[in-house]
């Protein structure tokens, strides 16, 4: 495997599943990224990981639990989803250097019933 | 707050032809990155292009330029030899040079290749 891959590419859910969506990156990078792609808006920043710590989190529900347990694994745990929350997941990753280029996964497309 | 704003929903050219895609962002920082990243109908988001905010030169990388008007706040793409491979949606970003990691998007523009 290379560059950063998601699992799994689709997830059906219901709103009282709890569900787990894996990131893994195979750059040497230390920092990995959660993001939120909604039809017809910005990619929203979920949650930001730097050296395995949490350095950011916008303001996100508690009903997303963010985990890293090393550098090149990340997770989001899903709890009592809601409908709006139906959206393509996406992580990425970086090294923290100079311009701190983002590579991308190919993303979680989630659907919460 | 940054912001990036892209006027166009959607583009299309004609195959072999150029397009310019627009991008405006707000910021009261003098140093910055601001990237074009690519997302196919596969999904996967890659980086386009580049420019860091201190280089007066533009940014080219193939058939693909920029023209970075730092004063103006302007980071337009333009993609030359336009290619069926080229349809996808188009996203601008900017991120600031002062160690904060948060990339700050644009909504994007499809752009759509006419054979």
């Known amino acids: 495997e290379t560059g950063v891959t998601q699992t799994p590419r689709h997830l059906v859910m219901g709103m009282t599943n709890k569900k787990s969506l894996k990131c893994e990156q195979h750059l040497g990078h230390n920092a990995m990224y959660w993001y939120k792609q909604s039809a017809k808006k910005p990619l929203e920043l979920m949650f930001v990981y730097s050296l395995e710590e949490r350095v950011e989190n916008n303001s996100v529900p508690s009903r997303f639990s963010p985990e890293c347990p090393n550098s090149s694994h990340l997770f989001l745990h899903l709890h009592t989803l809601q409908p709006e929350d139906s959206a393509l997941y996406l992580c990425?990753?970086?090294?923290?250097?100079?311009?701190?280029?983002?590579?991308f996964g190919p993303g979680t497309r989630l659907t919460v019933l | 707050a940054q912001t990036v704003t892209q006027s166009q929903p959607e583009m299309s050219v004609q195959e072999a032809e150029t397009v310019t895609l627009s991008c405006t962002y707000d910021?009261?920082?003098?140093?910055?990155?601001l990237f074009w990243y690519k997302q196919p109908p596969s999904r996967q988001m890659i980086l386009v292009i580049r420019?860091?905010?201190?280089?007066?030169q533009n940014a080219t990388e193939n058939r693909f330029s920029v023209n970075f008007q730092k004063a103006a706040k302007s980071f337009s793409l333009k993609i030359s030899d336009s290619q069926l491979g080229d349809a996808a949606m188009y996203f601008c970003?900017?991120?600031?040079?002062?160690?904060?990691?948060?990339?700050?998007f644009g909504t994007g523009t499809r752009l759509t290749i006419i054979p």
């Open positions: 990425a990753s970086s090294q923290l250097a100079g311009v701190n280029e983002q590579f």
């Open positions: 910021t009261s920082e003098s140093d910055y990155y």
């Open positions: 970003a900017y991120r600031s040079a002062r160690g904060n990691e948060k990339l700050t």
């Open positions: 420019q860091e905010a201190y280089k007066q």
